[in-house]
């Protein structure tokens, strides 16, 4: 890829802020995958379309809703009935999926450039989130892998809990630089990390 | 009363003094104080003047129930009023002041409100201003002339000007079972719930937990109750499944089990840490609640009961118990109960001298006669309080014999600078009101109780009119196993209580009907009197919620949980009628006053979200003014030094005329419709063909509601056979969206289609002008772009400098133009790469002036002219309405009333004075400035036309097509612009299209 | 108000988005029965009790919902996918045969 520009990088600072007194709460970074892709089945052709994940990405994903699997540099996660949000720190995903899923199995949607997506980590990561979406973020009702789609006023955002302290939050971009703000603004109280 | 600390007792820290300031005084308190507690040991008893009769009035309470004592905390420049005294605690510089008085709260000098009593009783606004003018002096002309003195000499505190610079905050919260109140039933339902392994939250509203535990003086096996609350809570901090939330009011049960709370994060705090929010907006969505909020003492109703030394026994026991204040030398007890009792005892050992019990009941039991004698107090039963004396503070009372109904006899006095009152309890149902249904009246309490559950909560302790301590913590266990379902439970080893506890179960006594003259308070906060309550009576107000809004009682800051049943009772007594027949009030959140502040939380001031495209930092980086439209940022002009706005679109549309300019418009909606159905989806979508858009060609479209009137516009591009790219005006982006999901989920669930949003997934700049293509020439790889290449509503892909993009030839100015788009991330590279393509011709970016200004020489619509109220044929888009397919709209767009020729249609419009005009000013066939005058349609949009010369406006005008060529006014009263315009069409320059074209 | 979404859960209402009465049903496209259409557009009824409705979950998976909802006490008695087939509606109890004793 040519030299980009993210929508954080007037905005993210690397260093520590705000209560560094108290223990650091949430380390927050913005992660720049190489290929965001959403892939979305028929009615009828779910299974065929997770075949072709799995085919391209190695990650088997379950049926139920926001099932989702991380492994190496893929992830993916279910956003809706029948779609997925894959993630993969290489570009050119989007071809390679559409190499798996013709139109007749689904379609295919690169949104590398439309999604920003923000690391959240730490302790204080589901305190955070918290702050944010009315979703329960905790370990028993949302294990490493599950994804979610949910919203804060305007701010649309998938979310996917990549360990047991780390989520990764995916963004409109152009929401990316206020939500951004919004989140260091809600970590002050914890002291956090920019990275 | 002389209240003062004592020498032990108590959670407070004596080792450390807090210094504070109430109405410019100082003093000091300890840690573990509340405002309240810490003026009284400084023998502060008067704390503020009553809302309508400015009468001297000091504490009733020690706790949220507080109707009398409200303060006006000031922090750094910030007010904050009708802070009850008994919730504030107490921190190192602490600074309050007393509310409701002028010039000082021992001489106010409103208190003559008083002896006018008659004057300002119930219903004094709606009878003093309502209704006809039958005088000079009557009605809301009345009203507009005493509006300011009564609004000054009634009311509470005064709120401050300063903006408030605390933060606040929202948290979302998840729990299996909410545990609201930590007294002994609420530490007892969470133990349980918690070792069921549920996920417990426990939500206490003081700031230490324990409830009744840290003020009922007695023992639970063995250990005193305030050690063993200690101990509880301490097992209860180790555990992981345990969340414990003190400062915390649980103020709002809504449906679903979804319940707000109150944190109080930094009210307590000289200062809060860095980052911490004053308050915290707490969402609980709870699997079920136990309800353990207890009960709130009430006081009875008789003459003189408002003087300040008169307070609740409840209250008096927990200043001695918990805060080691006693509240007076010489005490009296009045009492209806058994539970004044042992308020008795309590102040007893603080060192009081017990004058007297006066017990409305013609005999006290067993128990009650042997703390009497303990106390070394006469004992009157059959007796009541019948008047008290003093001025600003009590100095004595009057007792005469009282059978149960009325009082006879003389009147004896008897000294005292302090008497203690209880009127037996009532349990704080609030949030099972909120919940549900009517609470249920209990004879032997005399009291309402609980409601049957219409939410999953369980209710336990003296919520339910458990009073008991070993009764509450079994009903506890039980409730904590009930709300988590749990089974294998541990029984409950009934606890070893001891300690004097009184029965609650009152005599029906709620007032006492003295001879004198004295008001009787019953809404001590609202100065709603017994009298009051009877005179709504005889006016035909009867029932509760009638009462409740024409005596405004229980409308006050406290909710009236003092007054509720006292108000009930004695209507019941006036019409006759049992209480719970005269009903209770439904409870409405919030329980207890709420912070606007943690309300709005963090979607406040520069935390709104701004929508900012890849460009946007070039843009401000170049001058760019910036225009918010909706949440989006857009540049408005370029403006250079010393240029106003209208010259600088002018000169920025001059350039696109003549040579070329570049726009940013990255804010088009953009939505990707794929699939083997999407041609088949999109005929039905718009209002033209798409099914045979060949592959790499662009196509305009118009949509349409089902009620056929004009949707939104915008260009889409067939990118692929099962793949098209969907433009949007910026505006209507997300109802564009939710019209195709809804039709794809709901009306036409068997086509294959997707629509995903992908405006964030594009950067687009349009370049526009006669020498837009030779920019194109000079940086686009990889394809041509000439006329062959790239003909009008071609695409082609290439790349500049490096990056992929696709180019659409499509016009909004009318000039030869192209939308170039490519990767969001790599916007602003593919921008700079334009600009320096375009440096040799001269190019200029153009802000969104600019862009409206070359489009209104168009005569193209936007949002203002397809309004919602417009249809295709108004606005001259007819040609696009397809004949040989069905869409959204075309059965309903050919109604009669939609194709009168009558209708406001979009025409041009040319100030014949020309002077500017604005957008909604009207069109009117005569001028007459005035008088208002017909109106035949209003202004869209105008601008001056650089290509023109001159200014021009577009409007909806009725029958606009037949009156092209002729003349009409313009009519703005408010902006007073008035003048001659000539009605022309709205293809003002260049109607053939031809420089698009070429 | 929570809104149990089949793919993603309860959910606050604020997630969602009101997509009108679920009862109307969309003529023929190419009917020009214009009173069918004016029923289709206009015609709702107000009803104080169970009422179908359409909501779009726009702040999570974006599906309709065909919803029905109490209008007195906003209790959600169904919830499912518009792609879902809606349930058949209840068969009248049909007694047993008593054994005999
Ligand atoms: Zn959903």
């Known amino acids: ?195 | 009363m002389s209240a003062i600390r004592i020498a032990s007792g108590g959670r407070i820290d004596r080792s450390r003094a807090i210094n504070f300031r109430f109405d410019g005084q100082a003093y000091t308190g300890h840690p573990g104080d509340t405002l309240a507690s810490a003026l009284l040991a400084n023998g502060v008893t008067l704390f503020g003047r009553s809302f309508k009769y400015h009468r001297p009035r000091g504490l009733l309470t020690a706790g949220v129930d507080e109707p009398n004592a409200l303060v006006t905390v000031l922090r750094d420049s910030v007010r904050e009023p009708n802070v009850p005294a008994t919730t504030v605690e107490l921190y190192e510089g602490l600074v309050a002041e007393s509310q409701n008085r002028f010039p000082s709260l021992q001489f106010d000098v409103s208190a003559v409100n008083q002896f006018a009593g008659k004057f300002i009783g119930a219903g004094f606004y709606y009878k003093t201003f309502m209704g006809p003018e039958f005088g000079p002096l009557k009605g809301t002309r009345f009203w507009m002339l005493c509006e300011h003195f009564i609004r000054r000499a009634a009311g509470l505190g005064r709120a401050g000007l300063a903006p408030d610079k605390s933060r606040y905050q929202r948290m979302n919260a998840f729990c299996d079972v909410l545990v609201v109140g930590s007294g002994p039933a609420g530490l007892s339902a969470a133990a349980a719930a918690a070792d069921q392994g549920a996920n417990v939250m426990l939500a206490e509203i003081d700031s230490r937990f324990g409830g009744s535990a840290n003020w009922s003086g007695e023992t639970i096996d063995g250990t005193p109750a305030s050690a063993w609350a200690s101990e509880a809570v301490a097992q209860l901090a180790k555990r992981s499944n345990v969340r414990m939330l003190n400062r915390t009011s649980v103020w709002g049960y809504y449906d679903t089990n979804t319940i707000a709370a109150l944190e109080r994060v930094t009210d307590h705090k000289p200062m809060g840490a860095s980052g911490e929010p004053r308050h915290r907006h707490w969402n609980i969505r709870a699997g079920s609640v136990v309800l353990a909020t207890g009960a709130f003492e009430r006081p009875i109703v008789f003459p003189g009961n408002d003087r300040p030394g008169v307070m609740l026994a409840s209250g008096a026991m927990r200043y001695a118990n918990e805060f080691g204040v006693r509240t007076g030398e010489r005490i009296a007890i009045f009492t209806n109960n058994d539970t004044a009792y042992g308020a008795a005892l309590a102040l007893k050992r603080t060192g009081a001298s017990i004058v007297a019990i006066v017990d409305v009941r013609r005999d006290a039991s067993e128990k009650a006669r042997h703390a009497a004698s303990e106390c070394s107090a006469e004992l009157l039963t059959g007796y009541a309080v019948t008047a008290t004396r003093g001025g600003k503070m009590l100095d004595g009372i009057e007792v005469q014999p009282f059978d149960g109904q009325r009082v006879s006899g003389a009147a004896r006095k008897i000294d005292a600078d302090c008497l203690l009152v209880s009127g037996g309890w009532s349990p704080a149902i609030h949030l099972a009101s909120q919940a549900g249904s009517r609470p249920v009246w209990d004879e032997t309490l005399q009291a309402f109780l609980p409601p049957q559950p219409t939410e999953n909560w369980v209710g336990a302790g003296a919520f339910n009119g458990a009073f008991q301590t070993a009764d509450a913590i079994a009903e506890g266990h039980a409730a904590g196993l009930a709300a988590t379902g749990g089974t294998n439970a541990r029984k409950l080893t009934p606890p070893m209580v001891e300690g004097f506890a009184g029965e609650p179960n009152p005599a029906p006594v709620f007032e006492i009907k003295g001879k004198g003259k004295g008001k009787a308070f019953v809404d001590f906060q609202h100065d709603v009197t017994a009298d009051d309550v009877r005179l709504a009576y005889t006016e035909g107000f009867t029932s509760a919620e009638h009462l409740k809004r024409y005596t405004t009682l229980g409308m006050a800051t406290d909710q009236g949980k003092t007054s509720n049943v006292p108000g009930m009772a004695i209507m019941a007594e006036a019409t006759g009628k049992p209480i719970p027949e005269v009903g209770s009030t439904r409870f409405r959140p919030p329980f207890a006053p709420v912070s606007v502040g943690s309300l709005a939380a963090e979607r406040f001031g520069d935390l709104k979200p701004e929508r900012l495209t890849p460009m946007h930092d070039w843009h401000l980086e170049h001058g760019a003014t910036m225009y918010s439209a909706g949440l989006w940022f857009r540049p408005m002009i370029y403006g250079a030094k010393g240029e106003t706005v209208e010259q600088a679109y002018v000169r920025e549309a001059k350039v696109v005329r003549e040579g070329v300019g570049i726009v940013d418009v990255s804010t088009l909606g953009k939505i990707a419709v794929q699939g083997p159905d999407a041609g088949e989806f999109l005929d039905r979508v718009y209002t033209n063909m798409f099914s045979t858009l060949p592959v790499g060609k662009a196509r305009y479209g118009l949509m349409l509601r089902e009620d056929g009137f004009a949707f939104d516009d915008g260009t889409t591009w067939r990118l692929g056979e099962t793949e098209f790219l969907m433009t949007t005006t910026t505006a209507n982006a997300g109802k564009v969206m939710q019209q195709l999901e809804y039709f794809l989920d709901v009306v036409w669930p068997d086509l294959r289609v997707h629509v995903t949003s992908v405006t964030d997934q594009w950067a687009g700049a349009a370049i526009a002008g006669p020498l837009s293509r030779k920019v194109l020439e000079a940086c686009v790889q990889g394809t041509k772009v000439d006329n062959d290449a790239l003909p009008f509503m071609g695409i082609v892909h290439g790349t500049i400098d490096g990056v992929n993009v696709m180019i659409c030839r499509l016009s909004f100015s009318g000039e030869l133009a192209y939308e170039v788009y490519c990767g969001a991330n790599e916007g602003t590279r593919v921008w700079e790469a334009l600009m320096a393509a375009g440096k040799p011709f001269a190019i200029v970016p153009y802000g969104l002036e600019a862009l409206g200004t070359l489009r209104i020489e168009k005569g193209h619509v936007t949002g203002a002219e397809i309004d919602g109220r417009t249809t295709a044929r108004d606005l001259h888009l007819d040609w696009m309405l397809s004949k040989k397919k069905p869409f959204i709209g075309s059965a309903m767009m050919d109604r009669e009333g939609l194709v009168d020729e009558n209708r406001l249609q979009l025409v041009g419009i040319v100030p014949l004075d020309n002077r500017p005009i604005n957008g909604g000013a009207h069109i009117v066939e005569q001028l007459h400035e005035d008088h208002p005058m017909n109106s035949i349609g209003h202004v869209t949009a105008m601008c001056y036309s650089p290509a023109l010369g001159k200014y021009i406006a577009l409007a909806l005008v009725k029958g606009g097509k037949a009156r092209r060529g002729t003349r009409a006014y313009v009519s703005d009263p408010l902006r007073k612009r008035f003048g001659p315009v000539e009605i022309v069409s709205h293809h003002f320059f260049d109607p053939d299209g031809s420089r698009m074209h070429g | 108000m929570l809104i149990t979404c089949p793919y993603c859960g309860p959910r606050d209402v604020v997630e969602f988005t009101y997509q009108g009465d679920g009862n109307r049903t969309r003529p023929d496209p190419a009917s020009t029965d214009l009173n069918a259409w004016n029923a289709y557009v206009y015609d709702r009824v107000n009803i104080a009790g169970d009422q179908n409705e359409i909501w779009q979950h726009s702040g999570g998976c974006r599906t309709h919902l065909a919803v029905t909802r109490n209008t007195l006490t906003h209790k959600i008695s169904s919830v499912r996918s518009t792609h879902a087939e809606p349930p058949a509606p209840p068969k009248p109890a049909r007694k047993k045969p008593r054994a005999k004793a």
């Open chain 1, 1 to 195: 890829m040519a030299e980009t520009l993210s929508p954080l990088d007037t905005v993210l600072r690397a260093g520590r802020y705000a209560n560094t007194a108290a223990k650091i709460g949430v380390t927050l970074s913005e992660v720049s995958p190489g290929s965001i892709v959403q892939v979305a089945a028929w009615p009828d052709t779910e299974a065929k379309v997770l075949e072709g994940i799995a085919k391209t990405t190695k990650l088997k994903l379950g049926g139920e809703p926001g099932a989702g699997a991380v492994s190496g540099n893929v992830a993916a996660f279910g956003i809706a009935p029948g779609r997925f949000l894959v993630i993969s720190e290489d570009e050119g995903l989007a071809d390679r999926l559409l190499g798996a899923i013709p139109a007749t199995v689904g379609s295919v949607t690169d949104l590398s450039h439309g999604r920003t997506a923000i690391r959240i980590e730490g302790e204080k990561a589901e305190w955070l989130l918290a702050k944010f979406f009315a979703v329960d973020f905790s370990k028993a009702k949302f294990p490493v892998g599950r994804g979610v789609s949910t919203n804060h006023h305007d701010v649309f955002a998938q979310i996917q809990r990549r360990t047991e302290n780390c989520f990764e939050v995916y963004v409109f971009r152009s929401f990316a630089r206020s939500f951004w703000k919004a989140l260091c603004h809600g970590a002050e109280e914890n002291g956090y990390e920019v990275r």
